[in-house]
Nanobody, 121 residues
């Protein structure tokens, strides 16, 4: 399984970005998909997860109401829509795939290479 995240860039505070994650392989619909971010000098943290069907999502308090994850199983794609961006959202964002059920926050087996999001104040 290979994952490739894209869509990062520079945006002003309050702006929006949509990240995409392309996943290779025939069994995309069997994976839960997650998004994580790592700010400079900090650990990587969980941002969002979506179950295999797209029917269930989960977000930490820090992004809930601003970020929305979705997926298109027919296209082997996952997405992270980020609205009302803040400077503290600046980080490298990673997509990941898990064979665990539900919307896991840990235990992802496959990772993309990351895409940089910079939010200017």
């Amino acid at each position: 399984v290979q994952l490739q995240a894209s869509g990062g860039g520079l945006v002003q505070t309050g702006g929006s970005l949509r990240l995409s994650c392309a996943v290779s392989g025939r069994t995309f619909s069997s994976y839960a998909m997650g998004w994580f971010r790592q700010a400079p000098g900090k650990e990587r943290v969980f941002v969002a997860a979506i179950n295999w069907s797209g029917g269930t999502t989960y977000y930490p308090h820090s992004v809930k109401g601003r970020f929305t994850t979705s997926r298109d199983n027919a296209k082997n794609m996952a997405y992270l829509q980020m609205n009302s961006l803040k400077p503290e959202d600046t980080a490298v964002y990673y997509c990941a795939a898990s064979t665990l059920g539900g919307t896991p926050t840990i235990g992802y087996e496959y990772w993309g290479q990351g895409t940089l999001v910079t939010v200017s104040s």
